[in-house]
């Protein structure tokens, strides 16, 4: 075989070497998933957990006079038990039902439609230990109904102070108010905070 004859056949040897490996290398995945990349590392991401909000149990037992300079009272008594929320501005907000322990006590026999339910809106905020609540209506069922025994009527004077407060609390509140020229509404509540998750 003549010198120029090998030289070709070994330059067409070389030429079908090259295509079959870019053949090859086309159909060749060079960062499948078992091969591990030493280059860059991928940045974690970092994921917020929210804060668990501070929920309390919010507990209210009342007993309530009214009094007529006339002479003749009555009394009623009354239970509220609800969750509030402690936002972190340290703002407290809840809602519930106040129920009637039972129709009014009076000294005299009386055919007015007492409440049976009185819808309370429960708001306050924290300062260091303490805690102060205060307490409004919103609604009673049913509508119309009376409070003979003025818890409604005290509601809005009632301010709870629960001081040294960590997981649990207690307080009284006494609240004596007029009513107008006809006699007097008296409270006593004895309320109490228990902390139901974040605290």
Known sequence: MSRGRRVAMWVGILLLCA????????????????????????????????????????TMRSRSRHDLYVGGSCETTWALRTTLTELETGTLAGEGDAVSGGP???????????????????????AGATIRLVLRESGREPVGGRDLGGFANTLGDVELVFRD??????????????????????S??????????GC
């Open 19 to 58: 295509a079959a490996g870019a053949f090859v290398a086309s159909r060749t995945d060079l960062f499948s998933p078992d091969v591990e990349d030493g280059g860059a590392s991928p940045t974690p991401t970092a994921t917020l957990t929210p804060a668990e909000p501070v929920r309390w149990t919010f």
């Open 104 to 126: 009014a006590v009076c000294d005299t026999p009386t055919a007015q439609l007492e409440a049976e339910s009185i819808a309370v809106i429960v708001t306050g905020a924290r």
């Open 165 to 186: 407060v960590g997981t649990r609390a207690r307080t009284v509140e006494t609240v004596v108010r007029p009513d107008g020229n006809l006699g007097s509404y008296g």
């Open 188 to 197: 006593v509540a004895v309320a109490t905070l228990a902390c139901r998750s």
